[in-house]
């Protein structure tokens, strides 16, 4: 059979319009989000829900008057302001292109799906202790969001935390990742509670002093600290950690109840009041009792 000079130069059009295709193809398959249409368990999402409760993560996550976790709230950090990052699945301006593994690194590592450094803020230094299955689950609970596309606030930072760089040099000096390790001297219960503290409920970011480069100082470990411009003091932590029943009086001379009203933001038996940043940390608590 004949071929033309016509029909090869046909053919050779063809052959090239499908290899672009390919080109492009395999050029985008990186950047797109993951399917809409992946299927998490109910009850994974459900165990997420709780999770992110006890995490706080919608607090943070959530500007006032904004959409729930679509970010742009300004948290107060030693050298400026840093404002928190849309979590929702929306694929542009929040994290609807991460995959779980991308999740499971930020979460444990401190590291964004381009592979930058982030801030503190989001503490990873504790979130670095939580299980891969509990952070996998996070993930199905924030992934199966309302996506809502919002452009975070740039970061208001001072010299030299606005060089992101900054941040190596940062975590090598007071950045530690690992799971966390059960104390086989401690009972169960015990474990569990330490678990959620040091790693979810990232209860020393608040009620632990830190240094001048805005480190924890993990030699004075919830010595009272401060939040959003709110104290966080060594009493309230402790308090909370080793609470009564509400009908059992106290060795401090408080009845379990006065610090439970305290602890909900109401006037204590010493006519003191928590509140503040404190107020959604006891909400997420109740998410386990």
């Keep these: 059979m004949t071929v033309t000079m016509k029909t090869l130069i046909r053919l050779a059009g063809v052959a090239a319009l499908c290899a672009s295709g390919a080109l492009v193809t395999a050029l985008t398959a990186a950047t797109t989000a993951p ?7 109910a009850a994974q999402i459900a165990k997420g829900a709780e999770l992110a409760a006890i995490g706080n993560c919608g607090t943070c996550h959530t500007a006032e008057g904004g959409k729930p976790f679509a970010g742009g709230r300004p948290l107060s950090a030693p050298f400026g ?9 929306e694929p542009d301006t929040g994290i609807g292109k991460w995959t779980e593994a991308e999740f499971v690194r930020a979460m444990h590592d401190g ?5 930058h ?13 939580v299980s891969d299955e509990d952070v996998k689950a996070i993930y199905a609970f924030v992934m199966t969001r309302d996506p809502a596309r919002a452009q ?28 966390f390790e059960p104390d086989s001297t401690k009972s169960t219960q015990w474990n569990h509670g ?54 059992r009086g106290r060795s401090d001379g408080r009845r379990g109840s006065e610090f439970g ?11 003191s009041v928590y509140g503040g940043p404190h107020a959604p940390a006891h909400a997420g608590s109740q998410a386990q009792r």
């Design 194 to 247: 330490a678990y959620l503290a040091e790693g979810l409920g990232h209860c020393g970011a608040c009620h632990t002093p830190r240094n001048a480069l805005g480190a924890e100082k993990l030699s004075d470990a919830y010595g009272g600290g401060e939040a959003e411009r709110w104290l966080a003091p060594a009493k309230l932590l402790a308090l909370w950690l080793r609470r009564a029943p509400r009908d």
């Design 35 to 41: 399917s809409n249409d992946t299927k998490f368990d």
């Design 81 to 89: 302001t840093i404002y928190s990052t849309n979590i929702t699945p």
């Design 152 to 179: 975070r606030p740039r970061n208001d930072l001072t010299f030299p935390a606005n060089f992101r760089t900054s941040l190596r040099a940062w975590k090598a000096l007071y950045f530690r990742a690992g799971r």
């Design 117 to 129: 450094d982030l801030y503190p803020a989001f503490p990873y230094d504790h979130f670095t202790k």
């Design 261 to 271: 009203d305290g602890a909900r933001g109401r006037r204590a038996g010493d006519r």
């Design 111 to 115: 590291v964004d799906r381009e592979g």
